[in-house]
């Protein structure tokens, strides 16, 4: 198992310098990309649209209620989908390298984990030219983003499992992805869903990692959310569990298919 995560991890290097390749500006991407989108829902919303939340004293709260939601949520789509269609993206090399499959699937979230990583701490940066205040809760981010991957993780695998079997699943992710994003919320409060689509807001597991970053960066605290907290560990090593079971069933068998 050890020589496969550093194999994964490998993997993972390479991607990330394949990624732009070849272009301009080459990995100076990596930064551009997050600023850029907190640059657009900074100025955007919070300057042209004149959008301001009054739960705190900040011109820019819209921008700090929506960035970390838009950052996570982009790393979360990004991770399952690439993992939904891991089996066929790398098929070439898995039929080469004699290395258990979930390897080139650990590549990818290794790879999201280093995006993602760039993409928060840029978005503190954010917060400290807002002059937002910077609190210990956000000793807890790291945790909770770990969590998040396990799930994203937990979930890709299991779509990926069934890809092979049921083609148009390559179709439907995106669309499940995209549904999900606008039952989610990120661009909108939860007052706006949670009286008239209370579900919506209480069995979202997505909805559970979501609050937690939109409460640090907004309220530097998570006060109130340690059932959260624990909410989301159980979802995490219990889609995290399925997905090794349906792993282990199918492995055998999606071999001979792709």
């Known amino acids: 198992m050890y020589k496969n995560i550093l194999l994964a991890l490998d993997f993972a290097k390479r991607d990330l310098k394949e990624r732009y390749f070849g272009t301009g500006l080459g990995q100076l991407w990596y930064i551009l990309s997050p600023i850029v989108t907190i640059f657009i829902y900074t100025v955007i919303f919070s300057d042209f649209m004149k959008m301001k939340l009054n739960v705190i004293d900040n011109s820019y709260s819209y921008s700090i209620y929506l960035v970390p939601g838009i950052l996570a949520w982009t790393s979360f789509s990004n991770t399952i989908s690439r993992l939904s269609t891991s089996l066929f993206d ?20 290794f790879s999201e984990i280093v995006l993602l990583g760039i993409a928060f701490l840029l978005g503190i940066a954010f917060l400290l030219i807002a002059n937002q205040p910077i609190t210990l809760s956000f000793l807890w981010l790291p945790l909770i ?100 079971l349906l792993y282990k069933k199918l492995i055998s068998e999606i071999k001979d298919i792709i």
């Not at 790398?90 to 979230?109: C, D, E, H, Y």
């Not at 991957?149 to 390559?170: E, N, Q, R, Y």
């Not at 995209?178 to 009286?195: C, D, G, H």
């Open 145 to 244: 983003l770990g969590f998040q991957f396990i799930f994203a993780f937990s979930l890709g695998v299991i779509f990926s499992l069934f890809t092979p079997f049921f083609k148009d699943l390559k179709e439907i992710i995106p669309i499940i992805i995209q549904l999900w994003f606008w039952m989610t919320p990120i661009v909108y409060m939860r007052e706006m869903i949670a009286k008239k689509y209370p579900f919506l807001v209480d069995y979202n597991p997505a909805y559970k990692f979501i609050e937690i970053y939109q409460n640090i960066f907004l309220y530097g605290s998570i006060k109130g959310h340690y059932h959260d907290i624990i909410s989301i560990i159980l979802i995490s090593f219990i889609s995290l569990f399925i997905a090794a």
């Open 90 to 109: 790398r098929a070439s090399m898995i039929k080469k390298i004699n290395v258990p499959m979930f390897t080139f699937q650990l590549a990818i979230v």
